[in-house]
Each structure stands twice: as structure tokens, then as C-alpha cells.
């Protein structure tokens, strides 16, 4: 199973998220840049320190979905510093938007958040004092540090975020630095087994 940024009542989406984005960089030629794949196996110290992360992950967006569920919301936001839990707007796809709420986005507005007016004092409070999972976690269990992922923009610079992609299985775990990773000397964890781009689609496919 895998976790994502944007839940709803529907259940998450396949992929697992990032983190806030970074500042903008020059791509450079000292820069290595590649695809690498790795699984980790049940009964590994790192299978079960990822795993304990993972538990807590989805115990976060638990105590999210219930506040989702208490406004009738159709989907909740991470917090925007989390990989799991808080909330940093709600997602409506009717129009029975509470009043004294306003749109996080232009149209098509489907994303809210409360006001900070004293009849949502409550309700801001909960979330406020929702859990969260940082990314740095999850990189600090990796021993990751330099890798960042690039977009390009119209200027020819590059959005970076800074966290792997993982998705969990009962007996396995798979962690992807996809191409246009940026991978400054990383030495993997003992634990994670490099695999071929074919096991990782077939191992993935199983999760699904």
C-alpha cells in the first residue's frame, strides 16, 4: 500500500508525496543524474523502522479523515510541510461549502479552508493540533540527504523536492529514485536490494 497527500472519502491515490518545494537551481554538469530502484525485504532492521513510520503515517491521516468526516467534506490536503497528517484544506464537490470558509484555489473552487473568525475557533484549534509526518523522517531513515527531483521551468531552471518515492507491501517494501533525481555520492542503507526497472513493475503491480 502506498500513501498519498490528497485523501478522500474514495481512499488514496497510488503515489506517495513530497514535501514542500525547494528553491529553484542551474542545473550543473557536476550533477549526477539517474533512475535507481530498490526493494526491502520483511525481517530487515530498515523493513521495520519504515514500517513503524508508515503505521504512524496512516494513524495521522486517521485522526485527518475525522475531521474531514465532522465537516462533511469530500477530501482533505495534507498539511503542506507532510508527507501524513494535518490538514491544509478541504475539498468539497457539491455545494454545501460551511459558511465562513474560503476557496485555496481559482476556479473551479473545490478546496477550502475555515476562516479565522470565532465560530470556526474550534475547528481550527483541531486541526492545529492534528499530528503530521515530516519528510524528513523518511529521509533520515534513508540516509538522504542530496537527491532532489527537478521540473524545469520556463526560465530553464529546476523545481526541486526532496523526498524518495515508496510505496509498502506486507512483505516488501519498494523505494524509487526516479530520473531526474539528483543523487550527490548516496550510499544506500543496508537493507535496500538494488532491482532491475522490470521487478520493480512487477512488484508494484502487485501492490496495486
Not at 475539498?91 to 476556479?107: C, I, L, M, S
Not at 473568525?117 to 486541526?127: A, D, G, P, R, T
Not at 515508496?166 to 555520492?185: S, T, V
Request: hydrophobic share 45%; charged share 25%.
Amino acid at each position: 500500500m502506498s500513501a498519498g497527500r490528497f485523501l478522500t472519502k474514495a481512499g488514496p491515490p497510488n503515489r506517495f508525496g513530497y514535501g514542500r518545494p525547494l528553491p529553484c537551481w542551474p542545473v550543473t554538469e557536476h550533477l549526477k543524474i539517474a533512475s535507481m530502484q530498490y526493494k526491502v525485504l520483511k525481517g530487515s532492521a530498515l523493513f521495520e523502522e519504515l514500517s513503524e513510520v508508515y503505521i504512524r503515517m496512516e494513524a495521522c491521516n486517521a485522526a485527518a479523515c475525522q475531521v474531514m468526516e465532522e465537516v462533511d467534506a469530500d477530501g482533505f490536503a495534507v498539511a503542506t510541510t507532510a508527507i501524513a497528517g494535518g490538514i491544509r484544506a478541504f475539498r468539497f464537490d457539491g455545494y454545501h461549502v460551511p459558511q465562513n470558509w474560503h476557496a485555496t484555489e481559482k476556479k473551479p473552487a473545490r478546496w477550502w479552508f475555515p476562516d479565522a473568525v470565532e465560530s470556526n475557533q474550534v475547528l481550527l484549534e483541531k486541526i492545529a493540533m492534528l499530528p503530521t509526518v515530516l519528510p524528513a523522517e523518511i529521509n533520515a531513515l534513508l540516509h538522504f540527504r542530496g537527491g532532489t527531483l527537478l521540473f524545469p521551468d520556463k526560465d530553464g531552471y529546476y523545481d526541486a523536492k526532496h523526498l524518495p518515492i515508496l510505496q509498502w507491501a506486507k512483505e516488501y517494501i519498494l523505494l524509487e529514485f526516479p530520473e531526474g533525481r539528483i543523487l550527490r555520492d548516496y550510499e544506500p542503507r543496508q537493507g535496500m536490494m538494488p532491482i532491475t526497472e522490470l521487478e520493480f513493475v512487477l512488484l508494484a503491480d502487485q501492490i496495486k
